[in-house]
């Protein structure tokens, strides 16, 4: 039944005035679902996708199949510009908003509207599958992602080291992930090597292996910032004699650092 919806939902935007398949318009570049706990159980999540600013004017929104069948949006809003003149629009989900009852398992396409055209990143015409409680999936053809990045980064005096995650794709079992970074505009640069943790996504309440079952994997890294008011960086994912980068769009992320 799924796959003839995502076919059908393809054959739709091909033929269909005002409808089309992206090229490079609209992409699903993450989503994640994880269960937390405050007094009780709640499955809690977040879409992020990147667009093509092609006009002022526009909607971005996660269509999501419901438990009865029809499909409804979940808005986005913006968050950021990126490189090539792109922008990235997310929303973060929970048990309130996007109740329970869509099951264990959310299918949903990423669509754009703008200019009177609608864009639709849909996998492929497979409808992108997100298990609930299952941890993070990328978008089709996207292998690394910076997974928490924040244009602010708050540090308390005396802080000197910041730390993040990244998700890449699990395409074999030895890799290599890293982040090239600098406080100085690139006078200087750093290299930090991120690490792999089996126990990433373990706690008290709940647990994700890792990588999950959705084939994706989550690294940590720690970048030493001293007294920098600034962090500029890129990073890498070396696998099968590859190199993949997430750099922005060629922007590379900055992130003031507030103390």
């Known amino acids: 039944m799924h796959k003839r919806i995502g076919s059908l939902v393809f054959a739709l935007l091909l033929v269909l005035p005002g409808l089309a398949a992206a090229a490079g318009e609209v992409a699903l570049k993450k989503a994640n679902s994880y269960v937390s706990y405050y007094r009780g159980y709640w499955h809690n999540g977040r879409f992020e996708v990147e667009v093509a600013n092609l006009g002022y004017q526009?909607?971005?929104?996660?269509?999501?199949?419901?438990?009865?069948?029809?499909?409804?949006?979940?808005?986005?809003?913006?968050?950021?510009?990126?490189?090539?003149?792109?922008?990235?629009?997310?929303?973060?989900?929970?048990?309130?908003s996007l109740p329970d009852s869509v099951g264990n398992t959310i299918e949903f396409a990423v669509k754009y509207s703008v200019n009177g055209t609608t864009f639709w990143d849909n996998n492929g015409g497979a409808n992108y599958k997100l298990g609930k409680g299952a941890g993070s999936l990328l978008g089709n053809g996207v292998n690394v992602y910076g997974a928490n990045y924040s244009a602010e980064i708050y540090a308390g005096a005396g802080v000197t080291t910041w730390s993040g995650y990244v998700t890449v794709r699990n395409l074999a079992y030895a890799k290599d992930v890293k982040l090239v970074y600098s406080t100085d505009n690139w006078a200087t640069s750093s290299t930090a090597v991120a690490t792999f943790s089996k126990d990433f996504w373990s706690s008290s309440y709940y647990s994700i292996g890792n990588p999950n079952t959705m084939g994706f994997e989550e690294w940590r890294y720690q970048l030493n910032i001293g007294n920098a008011s600034q962090v500029e960086y890129a990073i890498s994912y070396t696998v099968n004699g590859v190199t993949y980068w997430d750099n922005n769009n060629g922007r590379n992320y900055f992130s003031r650092i507030l103390r």
């Open 58 to 96: 526009k909607q971005v929104a996660a269509y999501i199949k419901q438990a009865n069948g029809t499909w409804a949006d979940f808005p986005l809003s913006y968050v950021r510009g990126s490189g090539a003149n792109k922008e990235i629009w997310a929303a973060d989900f929970s048990s309130y």
